[in-house]
């Protein structure tokens, strides 16, 4: 006899997957026209930091991770032959995992090291040397580590591209598309070419812009879009001795980003489209935690049609019983960071013309 309990607690259901922010992707395919040639800018590129892109080659990316998203089947195999080192000597459950994720999904095979000490670093070999070497082992490298220098250390000698998937407090710049990706599928209407005034969008982010390099990389996208904000509320709890590094704050503003710092957490909820909350940044070899004060939970006065981002993991700060409301798009956005890591991937090697008749 099958326990009637038991049997209750092992089922599960696949469709709550797809409860929250399931915005259709199809939405962005109609709002950003196709122009393939700006994702060729992309080919043999090192992704170092959210500055270096283009506005178009991040419309055009977001238009492929779009189309992989809504009919994923189609495209298993344009990575085929193609090896990736995935060297991650921090930390990593969502970056890596997506990361991988991807390059399978296309067809691609995969080298990993998630210890740095089992490879030549721990006899002192340099991270130059070790660059030399994995031209010869693969076609594309990810790279986490907590040193803001590892991947230009790495770039002098490296042949093939490299994804910087996290360096120290530094930068994330695949974690900023990811985001921002999911903020246009939510509001593909954010897109269009003339938008108005009103259909603004007011953007709160809970953490510290020259510590998380989540946010720090995302604040550089946005800025790439400054027309769809009304305005980026940056909220910190004081405990930090500065919270933009020098000309951080004055490179946003120069773009036109029109961005606001408060000490204040909830009387700044009520007027949030999007929340964007984060509470650790990794520093050196340990995380630290900023903002702990600051809970999201299903009493905080958030608006009825507002989303929330995170870049996960989270602590305190994000009470789970949000994951049953529309609020939550951190799934959501954790889910979506796959498509746009296959978006990226089959650019920089080379792969677009595979996937171009089908875009
Ligand atoms: N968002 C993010 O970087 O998560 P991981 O640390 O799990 O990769």
Same mark, same amino acid.
């Given at each position: 006899m099958v326990d009637s309990q038991l049997k209750e607690e092992v089922s599960f259901s696949r469709e709550s997957l797809d409860v929250y922010g399931d915005a259709h992707p199809k939405a962005l395919l109609k709002n950003i026209q196709e122009e393939g040639d700006y994702l060729k800018l992309l080919e043999s590129q090192h992704i170092v930091s959210s500055d270096q892109f283009e506005k178009n080659t991040l419309l055009q990316l977001f238009r492929l991770a779009a189309k992989y998203e809504s009919n994923p089947e189609r495209y298993s195999t344009p990575l085929k032959g193609k090896i990736l080192i995935s060297a991650f000597y921090e930390p990593s459950t969502r970056t890596r995992l997506s990361f991988e994720s991807a390059w399978h999904r296309l067809g691609g095979d995969i080298m990993s090291i998630?210890?740095?000490?089992? @490879?030549?670093?721990?006899?002192?070999?340099?991270? #130059?040397?070790?660059?030399?070497?994995?031209?010869?082992?693969? =076609?594309?490298?990810?790279?986490?580590?907590?040193?803001?220098?590892?991947?230009?250390? +790495? +770039?002098?000698?490296?042949?093939?591209?490299?994804?910087?998937?996290?360096?120290?407090?530094?930068?994330?710049?695949?974690?900023?598309?990811a985001d921002l990706y999911t903020i246009f599928k939510w509001k593909p209407e954010l897109l269009?070419?003339?938008?108005?005034?009103?259909?603004?969008?007011?953007?709160?982010?809970?953490?510290?812009?020259?510590?998380?390099? @989540?946010?720090?990389?995302?604040?550089?996208?946005?800025?790439? !879009?400054?027309?769809?904000?009304?305005?980026?509320v940056?909220?910190?709890?004081?405990?930090? &001795?500065?919270? !933009? &590094?020098?000309?951080?704050?004055?490179?946003?503003?120069?773009r036109g980003l029109n961005v606001r710092v408060s000490t204040q957490f909830n009387s700044s909820?009520?007027?949030?489209?999007?929340?964007?909350?984060?509470?650790?940044?990794?520093?050196?070899? &340990?995380?630290?935690?900023?903002?702990?004060?600051? *809970?999201?939970? #299903?009493?905080?006065? *958030?608006k009825e049609d507002a989303i929330i981002l995170h870049p996960l993991a989270r602590g305190e700060?994000?009470?789970?019983?949000? =994951?049953?409301?529309?609020?939550?798009?951190?799934?959501?956005?954790?889910?979506? #960071?796959?498509?746009?890591? +296959? #978006?990226?991937? @089959?650019? +920089?090697?080379?792969?677009?013309?595979?996937?171009?008749?089908?875009?």
């Open positions: 998630t210890d740095r000490a089992t @490879t030549g670093i721990a006899k002192g070999e340099s991270l #130059a040397d070790v660059a030399e070497m994995f031209n010869n082992y693969g =076609d594309c490298v990810v790279l986490r580590d907590s040193s803001e220098s590892s991947v230009q250390e +790495m +770039m002098g000698s490296l042949r093939i591209p490299i994804i910087n998937a996290g360096n120290g407090i530094d930068e994330h710049p695949t974690q900023a598309l269009k070419s003339e938008l108005d005034e009103s259909d603004r969008i007011r953007v709160g982010i809970v953490g510290v812009p020259n510590k998380m390099r @989540t946010v720090r990389s995302l604040l550089k996208l946005f800025s790439f !879009f400054p027309e769809i904000f009304e305005e980026v940056i909220i910190h709890d004081g405990s930090s &001795d500065s919270i !933009f &590094d020098e000309h951080q704050l004055e490179q946003l503003e120069d909820l009520p007027e949030l489209d999007v929340i964007y909350i984060n509470a650790i940044a990794w520093v050196g070899n &340990d995380y630290q935690s900023f903002g702990e004060s600051f *809970i999201l939970d #299903a009493n905080s006065p *958030i700060e994000l009470a789970t019983e949000l =994951d049953e409301t529309s609020h939550n798009w951190y799934f959501a956005q954790a889910r979506g #960071a796959v498509f746009l890591r +296959m #978006a990226l991937l @089959t650019c +920089m090697c080379q792969r677009m013309e595979r996937v171009m008749d089908v875009i």
